[in-house]
T-cell receptor, first 113, second 115 residues
Framework: AQKITQTQPGMFVQEKEAVTLDCTYD???????LFWYKQPSSGEMIFLIY??????QNATEGRYSLNFQKARKSANLVISASQLGDSAMYFC??????????FGTGTRLTVIP | NAGVTQTPKFQVLKTGQSMTLQCAQD?????MSWYRQDPGMGLRLIHY???????DQGEVPNGYNVSRSTTEDFPLRLLSAAPSQTSVYFC??????????????FGPGTRLTVL
């Protein structure tokens, strides 16, 4: 069975600082994808970043980077230079080589001015 | 290019009523899916489709029906609404027929309340 764990229900970060949102996963599949989505208060799900299980380098997309540690089964999201607009729910998700996404319960990030 | 669209944005039903949530995408994506989001939980897969005429069940399919007659549309039908189906429903699509590299793009969601 697939399981995604996000242990931080809420996080606070000072504006312009970096923050790490934790995500661990459990799967027996060898090929899988890891995703992070942002959900602002308006409710939509916004794709941020993707990491494949066979990718040797950590994924980066602008201010977002994914700290992928395969042996530890962790896929933490790092947001650098936080902005007020980064305040939102963040969901980690995994696609275990099939069609479906499995989501964690999310982390609510609040950026403090 | 509108991406993934969903209608309606909000809906209130009475127990036992039926309705259809609409989902359409204009990206020629083969894969489409429906998720529900409940408070304190991540999204959970209801049904998915890997192409026109092909559908399958996800994690929480009970009480819902789907069909896929065209590539663009993937409606979700609630057969007899129950209060436990009060949730936010998201439709998503991706470029290929599944697989770990396929990023799913989500619609704006439908907030459904069943009284």
């Amino acid at each position: 069975a697939q399981k995604i764990t996000q242990t931080q229900p809420g996080m606070f970060v000072q504006e312009k600082e970096a923050v790490t949102l934790d995500c661990t996963y459990d799967t027996s599949d060898q090929s899988y994808g890891l995703f992070w989505y942002k959900q602002p208060s308006s409710g939509e799900m916004i794709f941020l970043i993707y990491q494949g299980s066979y990718d040797e380098q950590n994924a980066t997309e602008g201010r977002y980077s994914l700290n992928f540690q395969k042996a530890r089964k962790s896929a933490n999201l790092v947001i650098s230079a936080s902005q007020l607009g980064d305040s939102a729910m963040y969901f980690c998700a995994m696609s275990p080589g099939a069609n479906n996404l499995f989501f964690g319960t999310g982390t609510r990030l609040t950026v403090i001015p | 290019n509108a991406g993934v669209t969903q209608t309606p944005k909000f809906q209130v039903l009475k127990t036992g009523q039926s309705m259809t949530l609409q989902c359409a995408q204009d990206m020629n994506h083969e894969y489409m899916s429906w998720y529900r989001q409940d408070p304190g939980m991540g999204l959970r897969l209801i049904h998915y489709s890997v192409g026109a005429g092909i559908t399958d069940q996800g994690e929480v399919p009970n009480g819902y029906n789907v069909s896929r007659s065209t590539t663009e549309d993937f409606p979700l039908r609630l057969l007899s609404a129950a209060p436990s189906q009060t949730s936010v429903y998201f439709c998503a699509s991706s470029r290929l027929a599944g697989g770990p590299t396929d990023t799913q793009y989500f619609g704006p969601g439908t907030r459904l309340t069943v009284l």
